[in-house]
């Protein structure tokens, strides 16, 4: 019996062959587990396209198909089986060809490739062949990075702005969204390929290639755009850098700026120009004036004119703004074409224009100042009206006068304003006697001011007696100023001040209350006179004032009287009629002051309810010397017998004035023969 000492040479013992078993199953479990904790699906094929291995996540994906996952099926038959099924929806309608394909690309994988599935999920597809023939096949969910990509795209496509992509190595444009090419004028296949710099104008590509290939993630700037056609369009151009399949591109945004910038130019033109003759505006004037004093040498000379158009308030009154705007255009044409390329003609007010000149002499603006003084004579022909203006001018020089352009302004209009106020139609440079008046009026505005506040201002009276007894018929309230330096301030002085200064209806209310109040306690036969401004009629409120100073005072109303001249009477508009006879209604007496001076037009007379008129005290002064003056009295008299009227005259100092007039009829008379104004405590009432 032979003994039995194992295998022979070149068998397998059954203890080794457990043992590679072993091994083996403990690698494919291990290989199973790490395959099954990766987030790809994995699948592992044979030569003859047969499962061999899968992981966890491949099951999940294909999860309607997991039924048919065992060793050695075919994924030939898995895959028609799925189509049965509908599994894949993109193979719908050509399922055999969509087989084939599949097989192939797996027989000869050459690249990636996507794979829609019926849950609506998108799976990427890489296989790779094996030595052995087999292949290895990796799958990748992308579902939701394909729906950030078509989020991405939908945005992209439908976006109202302006976009593209660009890649900046090549310097081409990749996309370009339906705005994009509306924007430029291109066809969308014209835009894909399109040179970037094509879209920029020459001088702004330089910066514009270094913005769009920059690392900044994100930059913005203003841009000057070209379309197709060679119009430029103004954007505004966002930048983001990112990364699209797997290359680094730049995302740009267009926002189309180009009507915004022109209204904004418009806006900024307007702000700095006057609509209607297109001339720089009073705050452009004032800032061109200040940086060109800024800027000038000593050597320069900067001359400011200022021209005030004559009349033109007339014109526009009469025939309305149509006409005073086609009329004011019209002007600054003549004008413009008066001075020269490098002055600058402003519109600085209604009627008011300015001429900055540089390195023109004070004679040279003054000559020019004058030509438009002689062209703004001359007729103008507006829609078929010939019209009549013309200007004042006044003018101040730098560095002569002031280098400040405030000063230098306020120098030329108070060398206007010496122009009016000396004739119209002329032309003054600055001096500065100008500046001191305009100071010492300063300073007398503020005392005016300090003397209402302060009750510093006195009502005195002076007399009107009856020619014939003597007696004193009436005393007319005089408003008096004794100023604690200057003395006496004169009313034809601080009267017009008050007026400017809108102090003049406060003024007036206080000489009523007053005079009403003092007159209370003369005698009964005495009036008490009152001048009132054309101010207080233009306010309005002259009526109530009367009213309420007769009744706190308890005076009668036939014992006032307001006297008024020519100038309320020439106010537009029924107004003042009508508060004069409502005055007049109440008993109140109503003067007309200084006949014969003005218009002294009859229909006057004829027109309102006077009961006096008082002649000026300009024909008693020439009496004696001018017939012509004997002979306006006399009339004047006669005239006033006839309607009824009271006649006075005013300005009588000898008695051979008073016993002219007493004799020609004149029923009361006023002047220093009588008696000079004073307080009502100095005045006496019996001849």
């Given at each position: ?11 397998t ?11 083996a ?41 997991a ?35 599949r ?20 799976i ?9 023939g ?5 799958r ?138 297109g ?6 004037c004032r ?17 400011l ?46 009627d ?31 829609h ?29 209009d ?46 005195h ?33 601080f ?42 009629f ?66 006057y ?55 002219y ?27």
């Amino acid at each position: 019996m032979q003994e039995d000492y194992g295998p022979s040479e070149g068998e397998t013992s059954p203890e080794t062959l457990d043992a590679a078993l072993a091994a083996a199953s403990r690698a494919e479990k291990r290989l199973r587990e790490a395959i099954d904790v990766l987030p790809q699906g994995i699948v592992f094929l044979d030569d003859e396209g047969r499962y061999i291995l899968w992981n966890r996540k491949y099951e999940e994906i294909y999860s309607r198909s997991a039924d048919l996952l065992e060793p050695g099926a075919r994924l030939a038959d898995t895959l028609r089986v799925g189509l049965e099924r509908g599994d894949y929806p993109e193979a719908e309608g050509r399922e055999e060809e969509w087989l084939e394909d599949r097989l192939r690309r797996m027989q000869e994988p050459a690249s990636r490739h996507e794979q829609r599935l019926s849950n609506g999920r998108c799976i990427l597809i890489e296989e790779r062949r094996t030595d052995d023939g087999g292949s290895i096949g990796l799958r990748v969910d992308i579902t939701d990075l394909k729906q950030k990509e078509e989020s991405f795209r939908l945005l992209f496509d439908r976006n109202p702005l302006a976009l593209f992509i660009h890649d900046p190595q090549t310097g081409r444009i990749l996309s370009a969204n339906a705005s994009a090419c509306r924007l430029f004028g291109y066809a969308a296949h014209e835009m894909e390929g399109l040179s970037a710099r094509r879209l920029f104008a020459p001088d702004a590509w330089p910066a514009a290639a270094a913005m769009q290939a920059g690392d900044t993630p994100a930059c913005s700037a203003h841009w000057r755009m070209l379309r197709r056609d060679g119009d430029l369009v103004e954007a505004h151009v966002s930048t983001q850098n990112s990364v699209l399949e797997g290359r680094q591109v730049t995302i740009a945004s267009i926002f189309d700026i180009t009507e915004r910038r022109r209204i904004e130019r418009r806006m900024e033109h307007m702000a700095r120009h006057d609509d209607l003759t297109g001339l720089a505006n009073r705050s452009h004037c004032r800032k061109m004036l200040r940086e060109m004093l800024e800027d000038v040498s000593p050597a320069d000379t900067v001359t400011l004119v200022l021209i005030d158009l004559d009349h033109f308030k007339t014109v526009n009154d009469t025939y309305g703004h149509h006409l005073g705007d086609a009329l004011l255009t019209d002007a600054a044409r003549r004008m413009r074409e008066l001075i020269p390329p490098a002055a600058q003609l402003c519109r600085i007010g209604g009627d008011e224009f300015a001429i900055i000149f540089r390195k023109s002499s004070l004679t040279q603006a003054e000559l020019i100042g004058k030509a438009i003084i002689a062209t703004l004579s001359e007729p103008f022909h507006v829609h078929g009206n010939t019209l009549h203006i013309g200007a004042t001018v006044g003018m101040a020089a730098a560095p002569f006068d002031s280098s400040d352009h405030e000063t230098l302004m306020r120098y030329a209009d108070l060398a206007l304003y010496a122009a009016k106020a000396e004739r119209r139609g002329t032309c003054r440079a600055f001096e500065p006697a100008m500046d001191e008046a305009a100071q010492a009026k300063s300073r007398l505005e503020n005392d005016l001011r300090k003397a209402v506040r302060d009750g510093e201002l006195e009502v005195h009276y002076q007399p009107l007696l009856n020619l014939e007894s003597g007696a004193v018929e009436c005393c007319e309230a005089l408003l008096r100023w004794n100023h604690p330096e200057r003395g006496q301030v004169s009313p034809e002085i601080f009267v017009p001040i008050a007026e400017e200064l809108g102090l003049i209806d406060k003024l007036g209310r206080f000489v009523l209350q007053v005079a009403c109040r003092e007159a209370a306690g003369w005698p009964e036969a005495v009036r008490v006179s009152v001048n009132v401004s054309p101010v207080q009629f233009r306010n309005g409120n002259l009526l109530a004032a009367v009213i309420n100073a007769l009744s706190s005072s308890g005076l009668s109303a036939d014992r006032l009287e307001l006297e008024i001249t020519e100038a309320v009477l020439m106010e537009r508009g029924p107004r003042p009629a009508a508060i004069i006879r409502n005055l007049r209604s109440f008993g109140i007496g109503i003067s007309l002051d200084d006949f014969g001076t003005g218009y002294s037009s009859l229909s006057y007379l004829l027109n309102y309810p006077f009961t006096k008129i008082k002649i000026d005290k300009s024909f008693i002064l020439n009496l004696h010397e001018e017939a012509s003056s004997r002979a306006v009295i006399r009339a004047v008299i006669g005239l006033g017998r006839s309607l009824g009227l009271i006649v006075a005259a005013e300005g009588i100092e000898s008695e051979v004035e008073r016993e002219y007039l007493r004799s020609e009829g004149c029923t009361q008379g006023q002047g220093f023969l009588f008696g000079r104004p004073q307080p009502a405590s100095m005045l006496q009432f019996t001849p």
